[in-house]
């Protein structure tokens, strides 16, 4: 079990990431922590069900078992968001949510524990690789997640990242073959976000049978943590894809359903929330 704090006996403290110089050693750092388990990040849809509650959902991540929290920007037309968290995209921006509130709501968050932004193609260029990347790096925000964006096409957004010390973090799937695994390891940062399953993110009734399979091709070609995610929504899913060798867990969909229930039902959000992190952190103890 969890201390009664929410904090693991073996995890960083918010001091420490602080003091790490960049984003890349913040991850790298967080991974470090986890000895012996994978590292948790769950994942947050900024500005849902408005900012101010997004931060204290992300609090509650911070004490109730996290590593790191992947930082969701909400975007009208996302290609790997199931209907979930499309939704709660959806609303976010409804409730006003913009680029620049995640932003700043991301700053606060670093303080607690480690954010990797997964936004997708369309801010970043209106705004410019290079100005993105530098105000990650004012904000102390680690890391950054573009599904959308080809390892082709990739080539000036890594060179910001790289100039600023944040990590751009590429994704894969089951089918990516192993020549381009190859070619994705040589420039992956941070950490490699390895997808368990074709199709959307969602809650999935077991793990994908291959995870294991999966991971160890993607090992193969990786010098930085391999982490799963997509359809990973229990505890039980969680500590499957650990032993599978996942270096780290990421859960979305479920999280942001939580949310979801507990702000329709006038319930507090973080709390909700909270309590799913937990169980999650306390499958992946060994």
Request: some cysteine; overall charge negative; glycine content about 8%.
């Amino acid at each position: 079990m969890t201390p009664s704090n929410g904090t693991r006996p073996d995890a960083a403290s918010p001091e420490t990431a602080r003091e790490t110089e960049t984003g890349n050693d913040r991850i790298a750092a967080a991974f470090a922590a986890a000895r012996g388990r994978a590292a948790l990040m769950p994942y947050l849809m900024a500005g849902f069900p408005d900012i101010e509650t997004s931060v204290a959902v992300a609090t509650a991540y911070a004490e109730s078992g996290a590593d790191l929290v992947e930082l969701g920007v909400p975007f009208s037309d996302p290609l790997a968001d199931g209907p979930v968290i499309h939704a709660a995209a959806t609303k976010a921006l409804a409730a006003g949510a913009n680029l620049h509130a995640v932003l700043v709501a991301g700053q606060r968050i670093a303080e607690l524990l480690p954010v990797v932004l997964m936004c997708y193609a369309n801010p970043l260029y209106a705004r410019g690789p290079e100005r993105f990347a530098a105000e990650l790096a004012q904000r102390g925000i680690s890391g950054l997640i573009v599904p959308d964006l080809p390892l082709e096409e990739s080539a000036a957004v890594l060179e910001a990242c790289d100039a600023h010390g944040i990590a751009l973090v590429p994704l894969v799937a089951p089918t990516t073959p192993d020549a381009r695994l190859a070619r994705i390891g040589r420039i992956a940062r941070g950490f490699v976000y390895t997808v368990s399953l074709t199709g959307t993110t969602g809650e999935r009734a077991a793990n994908a049978t291959d995870a294991g399979a999966l991971l160890a091709r993607v090992k193969a070609h990786s010098p930085v943590p391999v982490a799963l995610g997509f359809g990973i929504s229990t505890g039980a899913q969680a500590a499957a894809a650990a032993d599978a060798g996942a270096d780290g867990v990421i859960v979305g969909s479920r999280l942001v359903r939580a949310v979801a229930e507990a702000a329709e039902q006038g319930a507090d959000p973080a709390s909700a929330a909270a309590s799913v992190v937990a169980d999650l952190a306390d499958a992946l103890v060994r």
